[in-house]
């Protein structure tokens, strides 16, 4: 690989939007100033740091504009996404109305060219291309509003550029988000085991899940690595099936009578226990009125003792022995939307956090860390995070590991073609650069058959990537055991870590390769019937527009 850092160089335009105006204007200096707010830039030969404040003018975002790029002849592009994937992540060619969340690769013939900013920017960025240049947006809102910085000054973003040449796409998207993240935290073993989410779906019990246990364990017999044993939602003390899944988070309900016993039970049974929680979503009545979001009622973060109890409630479930903690729905919790609604802002106007001086993205920062930092408290380092419908960008460094797709299945096979391998395939360059990535389970419950589900799980732990299997007992065969067993071996170590060779021709790669260790796998990810779908769809592809 011949790598050549860019010079980011400053921008031809910039708009400034706040809650009374916008205005457009030419960039002659290295500050611009317009009333009482400054957005300055620190230039280097390596990066292009974006500086914002303001006294009293409320900001909603800027707009930066570079013009006469060339980009070279069939030109292809790759973004990421907001939040999780949604079956939607592919190499396309030019398009202008297309937004790309916090980095882009352009990739031609000869080389594969870079944008991005680093991560834990204080923006939410985007990126959009055209013939004539590019632009990068920076929503710096709190919540739907323009953000109150009282003087404050923060970076906004780092932004990075680099050319690659002599590699392929996937060997330059892989280096740049090594580029984009210096600090990951990651695991100090190969995670992989069982969730019971996707054959359980929430109705489970403290019996339901030692039975579970006892599975994995048969399934994982005389594998040193000890597997995990995530309890999904169904163990919260107000649990209601396809009601409620929020909180509170103290105890568990009738089914599950002693979370700590249980956790102790796991441990001596030989596995590792993990649990999930909806930390946000909560039906305490001790909380207070001013702790909770106006648009939602959802926990808002950014009141000290909101934050506080939050932390609370992550160190007692370390305290109860569980050494995995997957956190969910926080962004659609605290934005009100989930990734393919966001077109192209993360939320609506007309709302703002409890702290009006801090961005969106700095309030997802504060819940990441705070997060984290309670489990590092409570557990002396030893908890992993997972984050799930989380925002991976602002994550990295606060999580080890992600989810980065939408839910796969236990029921229909082409939900989990759809969601799991495209979000394994554009989301691997982003494993072990940002965090580990969870691609979602392998679910077992005899509604998929069993060759397209050991195809799934093949793939998954051939990819070197965290393995989740949710299998309900007894469904597999003798020959079926032993198939998945092997694969969970394989699991176990994370020693391959196959790429998808094809992923500039197709939303689902079938072919993968681990050339270190001579693997080749060529998988059929289709069904001999045909695709099956929804004809009434609520789903759509975002993208920038001036119509509704």
Same mark, same amino acid.
């Given at each position: ?10 921008? !031809? ?39 914002? +404040? ?26 990421? @996404? ?6 939607? &992540? ?69 932004? /990075? ?5 002599? *590699? ?15 600090? %990951? ?37 005389? /594998?040193?690595?000890?597997?995990? &044993? ?17 909180? %509170? ?54 009141? %000290? ?7 609370? !409630? ?10 995995? /903690? ?15 609604? &966001? ?7 007309? #709302? ?17 860390? @705070? ?11 030893? @908890? ?5 419908? +989380? ?7 606060? &999580? ?7 839910? +796969?299945?236990?029921? /229909? ?9 495209? +979000? ?14 969870? @691609?979602? *389970? ?13 195809? #799934? ?45 094809? #992923?500039?021709?197709?939303? *689902? %790669? ?10 080749? *796998? ?27």
């Amino acid at each position: 690989m011949l790598k050549n850092i860019l010079k980011v160089n400053r921008p !031809d335009f910039i708009e400034l939007t706040t809650e009374t105006k916008t205005v457009t204007a030419k960039w002659e200096n290295d500050d611009y100033n317009l009333d009482d707010i400054n957005v300055k830039l620190n230039q280097d030969n390596e990066h292009l740091a974006i500086f914002l +404040t303001a006294q009293t003018s409320k900001v909603k975002w800027i707009k930066l504009r570079w013009n006469n790029l060339s980009w070279d002849k069939n030109v292809r592009f790759l973004g990421d @996404a907001w939040e999780r994937g949604y079956g939607d &992540m592919e190499w396309k060619g030019m398009n202008p109305n297309r937004f790309m969340p916090w980095y882009f690769c352009a990739k031609s013939e000869a080389k594969s060219i870079c944008y991005g900013v680093k991560v834990r920017p204080s923006a939410m960025c985007f990126w959009q291309v055209d013939s004539l240049g590019m632009t990068l947006f920076l929503d710096v809102r709190c919540g739907g509003s323009g953000v109150n910085l009282k003087g404050r000054v923060i970076k906004l973003a780092d932004v /990075i550029a680099c050319e690659m040449r002599d *590699c392929t796409s996937f060997e330059a998207m892989q280096e740049f988000c090594g580029q984009m993240c210096e600090d %990951p935290i990651l695991p100090k073993y190969p995670v992989y085991g069982s969730n019971n989410w996707y054959y359980a779906y929430g109705k489970s019990s403290e019996s339901e899940i030692l039975a579970d246990c006892d599975y994995i364990l048969n399934l994982t017999k005389d /594998i040193e690595n000890k597997p995990y &044993m995530v309890i999904d939602d169904c163990w919260q003390e107000h649990h209601r099936l396809n009601e409620y899944n929020g909180g %509170p988070w103290t105890k568990g309900n009738e089914k599950f009578p002693d979370m700590k016993a249980l956790a102790d039970k796991l441990v001596q049974k030989g596995v590792r226990p993990g649990i999930w929680v909806r930390l946000l979503l909560n039906e305490d009545e001790n909380i207070k009125n001013e702790w909770r979001l106006s648009h939602n009622n959802c926990i808002d973060p950014t009141n %000290p003792e909101a934050l506080n109890y939050i932390k609370e !409630d992550i160190k007692r479930i370390c305290n109860w022995g569980y050494t995995l /903690i997957k956190h969910d729905f926080s962004t659609f919790d605290l934005f009100g939307k989930w990734g393919f609604q &966001m077109s192209p802002l993360v939320t609506d106007d007309g #709302w703002h956090f409890y702290d009006d001086s801090l961005t969106s993205a700095e309030v997802v920062k504060l819940l990441y860390k @705070a997060i984290l930092d309670a489990s590092v408290e409570a557990s002396n380092g030893e @908890a992993l995070i997972l984050g799930c419908n +989380t925002i991976g960008h602002l994550g990295a460094g606060y &999580m080890h590991i992600n989810r980065t797709g939408d839910d +796969t299945s236990g029921v /229909i096979w082409e939900r989990t073609r759809f969601m799991g391998v495209n +979000t394994l395939a554009f989301r691997l360059p982003q494993h072990g650069k940002f965090y580990e990535i969870d @691609a979602d *389970c392998v679910g077992i419950d005899g509604g998929i058959s069993w060759s397209m589900n050991k195809q #799934w799980a093949d793939v998954l732990a051939k990819s070197g990537t965290p393995l989740f299997i949710s299998v309900r007992p007894n469904i597999l065969d003798e020959t079926e055991k032993q198939e998945l067993h092997e694969i969970l071996k394989v699991a176990s170590k994370q020693e391959y870590h196959v790429i998808p060779v094809d #992923w500039e021709e197709t939303t *689902c %790669p079938e072919h993968w390769q681990d050339k270190d260790h001579d693997i080749d *796998c060529k998988y059929q990810w289709f069904e001999e019937t045909g695709l099956k779908f929804n004809p009434n769809s609520i789903r759509y592809q975002t993208f920038l527009a001036m119509v509704e």
